[in-house]
């Protein structure tokens, strides 16, 4: 009886309603809100094609054809959908000389700093009402941080010397591909009235994300 209840639930959620639980159980999360100002949100990012789409995709990349193979779809359909939507920074795309391949990614970090040339005031503002109402507390509950220093076994020190510019150079000059684009933060800041006075383009991204981004006209490279 109460399996049967929860599932008769399940099926009454709007599609909106499931891609908030499948974010949510991602990475930095997506939680709910009383206000639920996260479903319109997702609202002004998906249309409800694309979120089913993304309620079926994995965080490990996939074929278009396969995808469409284990949805039982159009292969074509399913290629140009998954397409629109790495165009539209909703999930993350590595193209190779002869294949493209898609994967699910999280609100943060992936679908919001994909965002940083397609925001707006609106949802700026509505990103800046979630982040007040429920993510911030969100990322805040993790009991590992997201982004924090991993211990290497070795003895730490209170004072690290600054890494001099040679060093940074090195670290450039081993990378592939570079792509420069602005900060998603920056961008955000200023479209609700909290702009920080920093420069702009300053983020780096390197390899397969540095190909994405320049690929959607994001980013630039030198």
Not at 78 to 100: C, H, N, W, Y
Request: charged share 30%; glycine share 4%.
């Amino acid at each position: 009886m109460g399996t049967n209840l929860t599932e008769k639930r399940e099926n009454m959620k709007t599609v909106y309603e499931k891609l908030q639980n499948r974010l949510d159980a991602m990475a930095t999360g997506f939680p709910k809100t009383k206000s639920k100002i996260e479903i319109k949100i997702l609202q002004q990012l998906f249309k409800e094609n694309e979120a089913e789409i993304f309620l079926n995709l994995t965080p490990f990349l996939e074929k278009p054809e396969n995808t469409a193979l284990r949805l039982n779809l159009d292969i074509k359909e399913v290629s140009s959908i998954l397409e629109t939507m790495a165009q539209k920074g909703l999930l993350f795309r590595l193209r190779k000389p002869d294949s493209v391949s898609y994967a699910a990614v999280p609100f943060v970090v992936g679908i919001f700093e994909y965002q940083v040339n397609k925001l707006n005031k609106e949802i700026s503002r509505d990103i800046q009402k979630y982040y007040d109402e429920g993510f911030s507390q969100s990322i805040m509950a993790y009991k590992h941080p997201p982004m924090r220093t991993i211990p290497v076994d070795k003895k730490l020190i209170t004072e690290w010397p600054i890494a001099p510019y040679e060093d940074v150079e090195e670290i450039f000059d081993k990378q592939g591909k570079i792509a420069l684009l602005n900060c998603v933060c920056r961008t955000w800041g200023r479209l609700v009235d909290n702009d920080c006075n920093k420069p702009l383009e300053t983020c780096f991204y390197f390899g397969s994300h540095a190909d994405y981004f320049v690929e959607n006209n994001v980013g630039r490279t030198g």
